[in-house]
Structures are given as C-alpha cells and as structure tokens.
C-alpha cells in the first residue's frame, strides 16, 4: 500500500457485493467529490485483475480522499477469503491513522425492489460511539438477527481494533446492478460525512451505469456468496 | 457475451434471474432502458427468448438472450411485465404425466 500524508477521520468502503451498491455509490462520490487518488491496495492473494485508464494499468482497489474522508473502491470481484484479508489489512492501516470512524456500504436483497420507488435503508453499528454518531444518517437500526460474510467481519474486526464502525444497508436487486439504490444510500449518510453531493445525475445515468456494471456483476455472482441478513 | 456492430450499435446479453419453484418458473432480466414497443418475447416449454433494443446516451443497444430452462412450462400460462427496465415472468410448470405400468 502506499499513502500520501493526508489524514481523514472517516473511512467509508464500497465492495461490489448486492446489487453493486457498495462499488456504485463509492464511484459516484469520488466523482461528485472530485476525490483526489491517495492509495492503491494490493495483495498477491488477489485475482490477477488490473483497470486501465488512458492505457495505462492501475490496481482495481483504491483509495481516494477529500475533506478528512477516504473511500476506499473495490472495482474487482474477490472471493470471500480475500474481502475478509482486506478489510483486515484497511482496519490495520487506519487504526494506525487513528481515524474515528469506518463505513461500510452494502446492498440487501430484496425480492420486491421493484414496487419500493424509495428502498429503505437501515443502519448496524459494533459499539456505543458508532451508534452515537449514526444517530445523523437517516436509516433505521436493522431489527434482530443475524449477519453473515463480509460485513459481520467488517463490524467484528472493527471492534476488536476500538474502531467505531457502521454498516449502511440498503434494500437492492438481488441480481442486478442497483443504482437507484445506491443513490438512497449516499442520501442517507450525507448528513454524517459533510459532503454535498447531488444524487439527481445518478439517477439519470441509471440505464448506463446498470449496462456498464453487467460484466463485474457477473463476477461477482460468480466469485462469491454476497454478504447476507437473515431476520 | 459482447458483439460489436459499426456506428454506436451494440448487441449484448442481459443479465437473468431464473428461479424454479414447485410448481411455477420465475424468470427476471435486466433490460435497462426498453420500452414495450421495443420489446419482442418468444416462449416455447422449454425455451425462453427475448430481443430488445433501447437508446441510451448515444449508443444504440439490442438485447438478445435465449434461456434453456431445466423445466417444462405451460407457454399458455406465461405472464410478463416490464417495470423500469426489468422484465419479470412467469410460468406454471408443466405437471409430469406418470402413468401405472403392470409389469408382466
């Protein structure tokens, strides 16, 4: 990994799971953002798998930063085992940092997306400061039960680290790109991050942004078992 | 699967959801930006077929995917609706005819 010298306090992350919505919205704020590369993250245990820009080869995991913020995109389909080294390896690197709090977005399958026009969102938080500080984002604490995969790891490994952490949920396609929401879930934490960002575009851009993500959404149905909730 | 045609056409193949129940099918494709008109569905018992085209941004784009299903279904039952670009159907499957054979 390698680091400029800037320092943020929240640190948000968007892995391509359900509906996408993880990789989506990390995409679209560093865009509106105007989010500057701060970091690239690789590990021999990862598919080999590059992007290119303008020709030339990049990692596919990276992080941006503005405004004491770092997204951190994931825009290849990983197995399991390798989301789980991540998200240990970032929890390392930003305990370090002494950052204060960590986000992680992802989507939750519903089989009746389409009749909701507004997908709910909800919220889990791994201690009393986490829950303090999602008291801004606008979503409901998930109701008892379980999770599983990546996100229980996220909000275990967290803990273990002192982190304060929260997952934002947000009801998806079980097996298609979500942008709609994706952008729901960027309104919902706008009030906790401070940063201004008009979800309007992603809306319009819907339809090709979903044929766009065809390909890495096919992936990741391949790749692994997306993280998942059970009530 | 892409095929690239000249002039911002392009032929591709949409993502499908299919689900099989005790008694019905449930298949789902993702068909950004078609509308009705643009819509063509062919079904057989065992074979689902659906070509679309839509405009999005500049570009001209066709849907194609042919779907073998593991199951035989009733073509007469089948019901399908379009909802911002998802086109959801369904099928009740076909009951299996068994039929009492006396051994000799």
Redesign the interface.
Known sequence: MELSEEEGDILLLGFPGNGLVGAISSDYMIRQANMKRAAKVDSRNFPPVVKLMDGMAIEPINIYYTKGIYVMIDEVALPPQSIAELITFTLDWFSKKKGKLVLLIEGLAVENR?EKEKPSVYKVYNNDKAKELASSIEADPLPSGYISGHIAHFLKEANYRGIPAIAVLVEC?????DPGAAAAVINAIKPLIKIEIDTQPLINE???I??KM?EL??QVQAAQRPAGYIG | MRYYLPEHEEVVEPLADLRVMVDQIKLSMDIPGVEKKNLELKVSEKTVIVRASAVIGKRNVHYYRRIDLPVEIDPDSVKARLTAGVLEITARIKPRGFREVTVE
Do not use: H, T
Request: proline share 14%; no cysteine; net charge positive.
């Open positions: 389409l396609f079980p097996s298609y790109p819907s339809n090709a979903r044929l065809r959404m096919r």
